[in-house]
């Protein structure tokens, strides 16, 4: 009998020991550039979490409630209700939220009167009563996984101020542009395996570096897993295309999409281009594995798909929309398939001779993307003077033309891995369609609704990998100072977006 | 790898002196405003050409941006133009594609104080109509449209100027200002905030010098 408890107690130990040794040697061919890049993320989206004013992020006081929501009461917020929590509305008056928000010239709570009110507010949101917060605003169609995590930190500082609940959980988002610029370090070391270690470094700190990755994960908001997740399906695919698709890639790929749909409804639009990945690579497989390649991608889609049937069964015996936020969107008829497809061409493109106008007077790549892209914070209120934009269309020139140069250079192997592009640049669009169809249903009312380039953030791997290639475009004896000047100059940019934000909001 | 250490001390060596060019600059003062209150929203513009004016202003000295309380999610391109006795003093334009309720539109510095001036705001092409925010008023006194005809209120307009005291010269108002609002007030947030950037870009720097060996 002691014999048997012995042996019983010593096979868990055993299995433990297994797993640690198939585990470790995983964590361990991770390369330590890739954990410094995943530092340097961490540490500047924890700067921006400081630098941002409390709820001055887009959308964070209904992501604020919907972790408040879930944390409080285990329940998730009802879809359409606007209404906040006394708790958190009675802080958003000490912080004089509404006043700063959108008005620029309005500053944050600045003198010991208004920190005293401040304290006084946070004193009365803690006696207020009433758990949770049913409504979430725009949060509330949002699937639950990040606010899950995020309920983590919530419930651990459950008895501190909201501010101190929401600045845990900001250094949790900031974990999170961690991943992202690690799995970005690794995407770009298996798209471009014969490149000097020093180009995957470049990468992987200019991801880590880029301000609006860390404002955005410097705030509470699921954008930030959104990051994570699609930088890690970039990195899972491309390992599979470079080294084929076995079980442990599909169940890795496969548990991507689930996490992915269970992050933020925006993840549909990489899915089409997922699929299509996964089908070239499980046909791939087929011709060395024959039909169990098949079986491993259906082990994939049924690991993916898994949390999509189960919502659907929801919806269906609980007679909502089966589709829930979805189908309200498929069902919205809004003008002719082509007057909707010339409005998704020129969201990001010169229209079309011939074709209707939809954006008169905007060049929609330049002002509204361009722009964003380099500077545009808060509730879309703090930007830099004019001339700053111009000036940075010279280094984003240089950047594109050495890329341009590394491609034409590489152009037998982009022959050769054509299908491969074809799979990035399918999730690329499938993404840019979505945000774009979503905008379409505001349009008139409101021209580009969703023009916002935090929204292709999922894809800061492509962005990572061109900027590898401009490095190495300089040519062998320049493309070291190259990368070096592109880590400088994404240093620099992070760092006056900082104070430009600082600037905002305490200056 | 000397090449690399070259380019990387002279990057830093350009950043650091750029960070100081900005903080020894001033940031932009608020010179005056008209002393309207955005209570309500007054008009809205329609996807027409347009332009508003409104008289009776006061231009402060040093004027180098006039702010104009409209709303849009993606603005058209906006012409701002200032008259004094029938003849332009200022003008600036904002290119397309703003967001917000609070539109600071850059004009040439005004080098004296003047009054009473008439501020004219135009736009040629309008896809999304935009709401003028201002405060209800007699239709004497109230902005004029297209037609001259009075939209029912004032709008808030704000003057903005360079400021005396440079950005170095306040950091210390910067930093205790940072000290605010927040969950753990207290004199370190600005220290703790440099410390984790210098830190970042260190461990960044080191990294860009290790990757070449």
Known sequence: MSGRTATRGARPARTHTLAASVKAPRLKRVPRAAWICALVAFLNAACWSLVTYAFQAPDEPSHFAYVKQLA???????????????????????????????????????????????????????????????GAGVAASEPPLYYAVEAIPYILARHASVLARLQLMRLTSALMAGL??????????????????????????????????GFMSGAVNPDSLLFAVSAAIFYALARAFRRGLDTAGAVTIGALLAIGFLTKVNFLGLVPGILVG????????????????????ALALAIGFSPGVIYVSVNALSQRPLFGLVSAAIQTVHGSPFAELNYIWQFYLPRLPGTV????????????????????????????PAWVYSVALIPTGAVALLCGHALFQRRGVLRARAVELAVYASICVGLM???????????????????????????????????????????????????TVIVIVFLAHDLFSQLLVAARYYG | MLRVRIALA??????????????????????????????????????RPFRICQGDERLPRGTDSIQASLEAYTGPRLTLTAYAAGRVVTSGELAAGWSGRAVPISVGTVRRTLSPVTVCLTATLVDEPLQVVGSATSAARAARGTLAQPIGGRIRLVYLGAGRASWLARARSVARNMEFGRAWSGAWIAPVLVLLMLVAASVASALVLSARE
Not at chain 1, 456 to 479: M, S
Not at chain 2, 11 to 38: D, H, Q
Request: aromatic residues 8%; charged residues 15%.
């Open chain 1, 72 to 134: 409080e009461t285990g329940s998730l917020p009802t879809v359409g209700l606007e209404g906040l929590s006394s708790e958190e509305l009675l802080t958003l008056d000490g912080l004089r939220s509404e006043e700063v928000r959108e008005e620029p010239q309005n500053r944050a709570i600045v003198t010991q009167a208004e920190q005293s009110q401040l304290r006084r507010d946070l004193a009365a949101a803690q006696a207020s009563k009433g758990r949770g917060s049913p």
């Open chain 1, 180 to 213: 992202t610029a690690l799995f970005v370090f690794m995407f770009v070391r298996e798209v471009l395996p014969a490149a000097p270690p020093w180009a995957w470094t470049v990468a992987g700190l200019a991801i880590a570096l880029t301000p609006l990755l």
């Open chain 2, 10 to 47: 002279l990057g830093l060596g350009i950043t650091v002196v750029a960070v100081a060019v900005v903080l020894s600059s001033s940031p932009p003062a608020l010179l005056a405003t008209n002393s309207v209150a955005e209570s309500t929203g007054l008009s809205e513009t329609g996807t």
């Open chain 1, 433 to 483: 369609a979505l945000i774009a169809a979503d905008s379409y249903h505001e349009f008139p009312a409101l021209d580009a609704a969703y023009a916002q380039v935090r929204y292709l953030l999922p894809l800061l791997p492509l962005l990572g990998a061109a900027l590898a290639l401009a490095a190495l475009g300089a040519g062998r004896r320049w493309g070291p100072i190259a990368g």
């Open chain 1, 357 to 384: 106008d939809d954006f008169p007077g905007l060049f929609m790549a330049q002002q509204l993307w361009f722009r964003g892209y380099v500077g545009l914070y808060g509730w879309f209120d703090t930007t830099f």
């Open chain 1, 278 to 297: 996964l089908a070239v690579l499980a046909a791939r497989a087929a011709r060395v594995a024959g039909r169990s390649a098949y079986r491993t991608l």
